[in-house]
């Protein structure tokens, strides 16, 4: 049981505070609520009696924010290349409340997206993923909405340097130096 006040974890939603703690009478039948308080003056009402079953969780203390940190900062985990497979692998990870899970899921799908781009699905889901990663950090870590992105994107990108940095953009990198007409900068003096 929770009280007014902690600061939990609702999956697929991400971190808050519970605010309140009311009793409802919805479709005829009165249960008892956690109102909580999310991120972007959000209200949810999770029913008392189903909270631990839907994973309802404390949120992590600031030694384990530091571990879920240093996920951002490893290497990507094998995924499937099969788009239907690795959005659904990707949802059980978000939907487990497990925040390394949820971690993982940010990198991943940023090493993606910055090698060969992602689906509009993809896209929503990294976008979701990441703005739960960050309501916990920023409760674990005391910390602005503004910092823990800004820590997040960093550690992303740090790794994906020192991961990928080899096999990205070198076609890109060789076409914005050759023109494409096949002339060369002797050739136009």
């Known amino acids: 049981m929770f009280n007014v006040g902690d600061k939990i974890v609702y999956p697929m939603h991400g971190a808050g505070t519970i605010d309140a703690i009311e009793e409802k009478d919805i479709l005829g039948e009165k249960q008892s609520y956690y109102i909580l308080k999310m991120p972007g003056e959000v ?3 999770v029913p008392i009696a189903k909270a631990e079953e839907v994973g309802v969780r404390n ?13 951002l900062e490893q290497d990507e985990t094998e995924m499937d290349k099969n ?6 692998d990707n949802m059980e990870k978000m939907k487990s409340g497990n925040i390394y899970e949820v971690a993982d899921v940010v990198r991943n799908l940023s090493f993606k997206q910055k090698e060969k781009g ?3 699905g993809e896209k929503k889901m990294l976008n979701n993923a990441k703005q739960i990663l ?6 674990a870590e005391h ?16 790794s994906f340097m020192t991961f990928r940095s080899e096999n990205v ?9 050759i023109p494409f007409d096949g002339t060369t900068d002797s050739d136009n003096n």
């Not at 960050?134 to 409760?139: K, Q």
């Not at 997040?152 to 740090?158: A, E, G, L, P, S």
């Not at 953009?169 to 130096?177: D, P, R």
Request: charged letters at 30%; a positive charge.
């Open 83 to 88: 788009w239907n497979k690795r959005y659904r």
């Open 118 to 120: 992602l689906s509009t």
């Open 134 to 139: 960050v309501s916990e950090l920023v409760l």
């Open 59 to 71: 949120i992590i203390d600031r030694e384990s924010a530091e571990k879920v940190i240093g996920v």
């Open 169 to 177: 953009g070198q076609e890109s990198i060789v076409s914005k130096f």
């Open 143 to 158: 910390s602005t909405q503004a910092e823990v992105e800004k820590l997040i994107d960093n550690k992303i990108n740090t």
């Open 43 to 45: 209200k949810v009402m």
